[in-house]
């Protein structure tokens, strides 16, 4: 697969930009990047080495193992909190897993929609309200 441009890593304030062809394009920033300045990963995820990028990446993977390591607690009805005995009563409008009362917030988020930007209130985790910090 062919990707069009050049490389826009490093150029910012009086500096120019790598300028070497494109290897791909950046799943979070969208911007192109060579193979110096990033990595190609299976099914097509690709993500440059920009700071933020990097730890959105970074992120994802330790939420997957988060996911897999408090799924069996939901499978026996019980809340996905580590060392919570309650019974599970409302899901998290992110991992979807499911919490007893004491271990879910109300937390004002932006989603990013045709429209623009919204400002709406979901209930989550402590884990995803945690993580919301990289990626609002």
Not at 33 to 51: I, M, N, S, T, W
Not at 92 to 102: G, Q, T
Not at 104 to 116: A, S
Request: charged share 25%.
């Amino acid at each position: 697969m062919s990707v069009e441009g050049t490389c826009s890593s490093g150029g910012g304030f009086l500096r120019r930009a790598c300028g070497r062809d494109a290897a791909g394009i950046c799943v979070y920033c969208a911007e192109p990047f060579c193979a110096v300045h990033g990595a190609l990963h299976p099914d097509y995820y690709e993500v440059c080495q920009r700071k933020n990028c990097l730890a959105k990446f970074a992120d994802v993977a330790a939420h997957r193992q988060w996911l897999e390591a408090h799924l069996p607690s939901n499978e026996m009805s019980m809340c996905a909190e580590d060392g919570c005995q309650e019974r599970m009563q409302h899901s998290c409008e992110r991992c979807r897993l499911r919490f007893c009362d004491k271990h879910l917030v109300d937390k004002q988020v932006t989603e990013r929609r045709f429209e623009g930007e919204v400002r709406v209130v979901q209930m989550m985790c402590l884990h995803c309200a945690a993580r919301r910090t990289l990626w609002d």
